[in-house]
């Protein structure tokens, strides 16, 4: 099956700092990759769709300035949480789908962010 | 009101039990749904997707009414290892989008 990776798995930096987050398609090729937020107890919250060779597209509430996504290519997309808070602290998961389908996704294993 | 509203749960059923999980969704145009297992602190993996002809695989089946915009799995035998969140998912193919419920938390007991 498809398969999809993220890195870091965990990351803990400090309030301040930016943290990127990679996405990758390891067996197909992805025109579209999508970025979650959750946090505890809560259901996934899509933050942006991402696709290749545009831009990102965000949701209501969610600062494009602060979360920069980049899918520069067909395996690739990342998400950089700049000047990080506390508040920003969640579990970011990513997901993609083959090119070609239009429903089909599969989750990244999720990158835990800690802002102290 | 959530677009995609689940059983609140907690669910807490012996081993063997048989138990049910409700799933409504707001938006019409939503094209497909799909049942996701999401353990502690990994990520949702699907468990299947469901159709208005119902489908079953194994010990679980799933069904859809879309004049209701209901949606329901039932899983019969439970194990242990099914002890999960179980999530439900709506996809607007015109919006590109996927929209999760809070999913509903089920443990099974010896």
């Known amino acids: 099956g498809a398969v999809v990776s993220q890195h870091p798995s965990w990351v803990i930096c400090k309030s301040g700092t930016s943290v990127k987050i990679e996405c990758r398609s390891l067996d197909f090729q992805a025109t579209t990759m999508f970025w979650y937020r959750q946090f505890p107890k809560q259901s996934l919250m899509l933050m942006a769709t991402?696709?290749?060779?545009?831009?990102?597209?965000?949701e209501q509430g969610v600062e494009k300035d602060k979360f920069l996504i980049n899918h520069a290519s067909l395996t690739l997309s990342t998400l950089t949480v700049t000047s990080a808070h506390p508040e920003d602290s969640s579990f970011y998961i990513c997901?993609?789908?083959?090119?070609?389908?239009?429903?089909?996704?599969?989750f990244g294993p999720g990158t835990r962010l800690t802002v102290t | 009101r959530k677009e995609v509203e689940q059983d609140p749960g907690p669910f807490n059923v012996p081993e063997g039990a048989t138990v049910a999980f409700n799933c409504t969704y707001s938006n019409s145009a939503s094209q497909s749904f799909f049942w996701y297992r999401q353990d502690c602190r990994k990520e949702p993996k699907l468990l299947m997707s469901v159709y208005s002809s119902g489908n079953e695989d194994g010990r679980f089946t799933a069904q859809l009414n879309r004049a209701s915009q209901y949606i329901s799995l039932l899983i019969r035998d439970s194990k242990l290892s099914d002890s999960a969140t179980y999530l439900c998912v709506t996809f607007n193919t015109n919006a590109g989008k996927s929209t999760f419920g809070d999913g509903t938390t089920l443990t099974v007991k010896p």
């Open positions: 991402s696709n290749e060779g545009s831009k990102a597209t965000y």
């Open positions: 997901s993609a789908g083959p090119a070609g389908s239009s429903y089909e996704q599969y």
